[in-house]
């Protein structure tokens, strides 16, 4: 019987705290757009990043592993 006395004040604490977060995400317009996660998933990533420059015929292209330090350099005067 004790134990009910801790119980129901307890229980009414987390329901007050449920609804204070079902609210909260209400009113921050949590279920606004509920197919938008659905969607995402099917959506194609490559479709929306815009194609990588072309380098010239002939040209290297340069990236952080074909470049050399500044302080070697075998062409030093």
């Not at 609804?19 to 959506?43: M, P, S, T, Y």
């Amino acid at each position: 019987m004790n134990i009910l006395l801790f119980l129901i004040p307890v229980s009414l604490v987390l329901l007050l705290v449920a609804i204070w977060a079902f609210r909260w995400a209400v009113r921050k317009g949590q279920f606004e757009n509920l197919d938008a996660a659905a969607i995402d998933i099917l959506r194609d990533d490559s479709a929306d990043q815009p194609p990588a420059a072309a380098t010239p015929a002939g040209a290297m292209p340069t990236n952080e592993s074909t470049r050399r330090p500044q302080g070697d350099r075998t062409d030093a005067d």
